[in-house]
């Protein structure tokens, strides 16, 4: 049974910056794509940060290009992002997602709350 345990979600001042973890569990296959979506209050999901296999460029939706930085270690099946110069509306829900042999699998989230 796959399970992805996200983790580093948490409070933090406006310029700020956290770590967020997503450690997946229950397979053997290699994981092709790891992405972070988010979610705000009263708004759609939203694809943040994606990285997979084989492609040299990582996605960052326009919105945290240059603060966000997205990165995996495929030994321990872990994604991780790091978000620096945190701001008030990148408050929301963060969901750790990835993709096995065509099938999408999510994390329960964690909430990051940037203060003014």
């Known amino acids: 049974q796959v399970q992805l345990v996200e983790s580093g979600g948490g409070l933090v001042q406006s310029g700020g910056s956290l770590r967020l973890s997503c450690t997946t569990t229950g397979t053997r296959f290699i994981i092709n794509t790891m992405a972070w979506h988010r979610q705000a209050p009263g708004k759609r999901r939203e694809l943040v940060a994606q990285?997979?296999?084989?492609?040299?460029?990582?996605y960052y939706a326009d919105s945290v290009k240059g603060r966000f930085t997205i990165s995996r270690d495929n030994a321990k099946n872990t994604v991780y992002l790091q978000m620096n110069s945190l701001k008030v509306e990148d408050t929301a829900v963060y969901y750790c997602?990835?993709?096995?042999?065509?099938?999408?699998?999510w994390g329960q989230g964690t909430q990051v709350t940037v203060s003014s």
């Open positions: 997602n990835i993709v096995i042999g065509g099938t999408d699998y």
């Open positions: 990285i997979a296999l084989g492609r040299s460029t990582n």
